[in-house]
């Protein structure tokens, strides 16, 4: 078991930045992978970036050039730097982790970020 604790969301102008994090119970480094998802209102939740216990990383198509996740395993957190934002950018960001070798899906509760136009 692990507790995924999500912080760093807020309000934001559009082109503004803002640096989430997800701080996990116990060590990242046995999660085969960690990422970040979001949801806006009315819509499904959608990948936004993965990061793999390798340090291989993985975006969606319309995050590439402006979000970057990394992640500190001495600090059991994953980080989601995201610059240039949009207002369609805005939604809640949700931290998961995958375990390793059997594959539980692990969420945190989810910080709201808000970009104003």
């Known amino acids: 078991q692990v507790q995924l604790v999500e912080s760093g969301g807020g309000l934001v102008q559009a082109g503004g930045s803002l640096r989430l994090s997800c701080a996990a119970s116990?060590?990242?480094?046995?999660?085969?992978?960690m990422g970040w998802y979001r949801q806006a209102p009315g819509k499904q939740r959608e990948l936004v970036a993965t990061?793999?216990?390798?340090?291989?990383?993985n975006y969606a198509d319309s995050m590439k050039g402006r979000f970057t996740i990394s992640r500190d395993n001495a600090k059991n957190t994953v980080y989601l730097q995201m610059n240039n934002l949009k207002p369609e950018d805005t939604a809640v960001y949700y931290c998961?982790?995958?375990?390793?070798?059997?594959?539980?899906?692990?969420w945190g509760q989810g910080t709201q970020v808000t970009v104003s136009s």
């Open positions: 998961n982790a995958v375990s390793k070798p059997v594959p539980y899906d692990y």
């Open positions: 116990r060590s990242i480094f046995s999660m085969n992978y």
């Open positions: 990061i793999t216990s390798g340090g291989n990383t």
